[in-house]
């Protein structure tokens, strides 16, 4: 079992930048990481991803360039860096967890979920 926590979500302007952190608890160890948000009124989508050695990433092609994700296995946590932010990345935002693989871009894919995070960017 896996717990996951987001934090530091929040109001900026366009343009800034964010950092999303993902705090994980119980049994941690080579669990596969990603990023999803949901818009209002749209269906949760995949952002980015991360193997559990973090030697392997992917972005959505709507986020390439602008997000980096990363995790630090010592503080079981895995970050989502954010910049040059757009009304368009207003969303919640969902960290996610399995076991196993290298990463992953589907919802199903991921066992553990946690609550979300408010991002909202302002034009």
């Known amino acids: 079992q896996v717990q996951l926590v987001e934090s530091g979500g929040g109001l900026v302007q366009a343009g800034g930048s964010l950092r999303l952190s993902c705090a994980a608890s119980g049994r941690t160890f080579s669990t596969a990481m990603g990023w999803f948000r949901q818009a209002p009124g749209k269906e949760r989508e995949f952002v980015a991803a991360i193997r559990w050695s973090g030697s392997s990433t992917n972005y959505a092609d709507a986020v390439k360039g602008r997000f980096t994700i990363s995790r630090d296995n010592t503080k079981n946590t895995v970050y989502l860096q954010m910049n040059s932010l757009k009304p368009e990345d207003t969303a919640v935002y969902y960290c996610?967890?399995?076991?196993?693989?290298?990463?992953?871009?589907?919802?199903?894919?991921?066992?553990?979920w946690g609550q979300g995070t408010q991002v909202t960017v302002s034009s």
């Open positions: 996610a967890a399995r076991y196993g693989g290298s990463w992953f871009t589907r919802e199903h894919e991921y066992e553990y």
